[in-house]
């Protein structure tokens, strides 16, 4: 199997993703189509955006949509929890424990857990960091949302991002950018990754799901107000590198930049690696977990 140059991989990568960020910097945040945008969506003659209360929006895409990454992340830690079960229970085969979760049919689950574990943990840390990343930004940078500032009916003086930001203090009350919102659908992205690693031919079906579902996430939040649009790309942004180094350091560059293909003789049918390739990989010391 042919992996892709470790040039190709990070112009695809991490080079496109920054040639995007440019042009939403310049193009939103600089010559403020973000403003042009959100202009076309408020009511000036009744000072309010017409979709803010919006009973289908705040219900479905803003509370109940949430469920999605919350489940998700919910599962990994459980799965990295029980992971860590089976090791010790397999070496009784015999013991009471062992043959009592046999037979309840709960030792096949904590045998999942263990063949995957370095997935649950992935999907753990990826989270972790990219919700890190996204709470640092928004109180380093306190920018107001829309509805907040003088520009709708709101008292707040609008600032850019690169105006207010601060690297060690808190820049104000204000957390509007990045769309945080946006980054809980975005943040499914690791799942993108766990369908890479393992060459899934529908992977980047995955990848468009986890982008529709992030731009579904702060669209409607734009719509109804609360955040201008570049906010929801910038959210994007943050959650793909975020998660991309935590699945270069779990998984490594080699192994996601394998082609997209049915399962040849390096992965078993269902998805496993071989001992062959996994003897090839580097070394790590979460191996042992695949």
């Not at 140059?5 to 189509?33: E, H, K, P, T, W």
């Not at 992340?73 to 929890?81: K, M, R, T």
Request: with cysteine.
């Amino acid at each position: 199997m042919q992996a892709v140059s470790r040039r190709a991989f990070y112009q695809a990568n991490v080079g496109y993703v920054l040639l995007f960020a440019l042009a939403v910097l310049v193009l939103f945040d600089l010559i403020d189509l973000d403003r042009l945008l959100s202009d076309l969506l408020y009511d000036p003659s009744t000072r309010v955006f017409p979709l803010q209360h919006s009973v289908l929006f705040e219900k479905i895409t803003h509370k109940w949509a949430r469920v999605i990454p919350n489940w998700t992340g919910e599962v990994a830690i459980i799965g990295s929890v029980l992971s860590f079960i089976w090791p010790r229970l397999a070496a009784y085969p015999h013991s009471r424990v062992t043959t009592v979760l046999e037979t309840v049919r709960i030792a096949p689950v904590l045998r999942f857990t263990t063949r995957y574990r370095r997935d649950f943990l992935f999907v753990v840390l990826a989270f972790a960091l990219s919700t890190t990343v996204i709470h640092y930004l928004k109180s380093h940078t306190g920018i107001y949302c829309p509805v907040e500032t003088n520009l709708y009916g709101g008292k707040e003086i609008r600032k850019e991002w690169f105006e207010n930001f601060t690297l060690w203090q808190d820049a104000g009350p204000g957390r509007c950018w990045p769309g945080g919102h946006a980054s809980g659908g975005f943040s499914m992205l690791a799942l993108y990754f766990i369908a890479r690693r393992y060459r899934w031919a529908h992977a980047r079906k995955v990848l468009v799901g986890a982008l529709l579902l992030g731009l579904v996430f702060g669209t409607t939040r734009v719509l109804q107000g609360w955040h201008f649009m570049s906010h929801t790309f910038w959210s994007g942004i943050f959650v793909w590198l975020s998660t991309l180094m935590v699945a270069l350091a779990l998984y490594g560059r080699e192994r996601l930049s394998l082609p997209l293909r049915a399962p040849a003789s390096g992965q078993a049918d269902d998805g496993t690696v071989s001992a062959s390739l996994v003897a090839s990989s580097p070394e790590s010391p979460l191996r042992s977990s695949i």
